[in-house]
């Protein structure tokens, strides 16, 4: 099988299990799903396609983003309240260590996979690290 073509399955397949997956969720997930949509609707696309993916995880991923800043800042009041000042600098040093391997596993994956990956990936890590911190919040 041909590189282009074991691209273009794996490609699929991950676009496939994003839908089927985004039917669970009820916040971010359904932005992506929403954005995909809108967005083959108002430009009459037949459908989804890089652009459309790269457009739409990118636009997600700042909602993620958002939602982690607002989770580290409750997490910074907890341990103040608590006063456990070692619980958010471990979670501080942890954030760091997760961007870089964020950074470095999606380079990864729009290397070897494809182009979309360089914003789906992301979008995908940073919705796993917001439930994370979630957890770890008490949420």
Known sequence: MNKACMITIILSTVIYSTFAYAGDQN??????????????????????????????????????????????DQIKQQSAKYQQPERYKDIMKSQQLWKSYVDQECSNAGAYIGSPMYGFCPMTEYGKRVEQLQEYAGN
């Open 27 to 72: 916040t971010s997930d359904d932005a992506y799903s929403r954005c995909v949509d809108q967005t083959i609707e108002k430009w009459e696309l037949g459908g989804i396609n890089n652009a459309v993916v790269e457009s739409c995880s990118n636009q997600t991923k700042v909602i993620y983003e958002k939602q982690i800043v607002k989770l580290l």
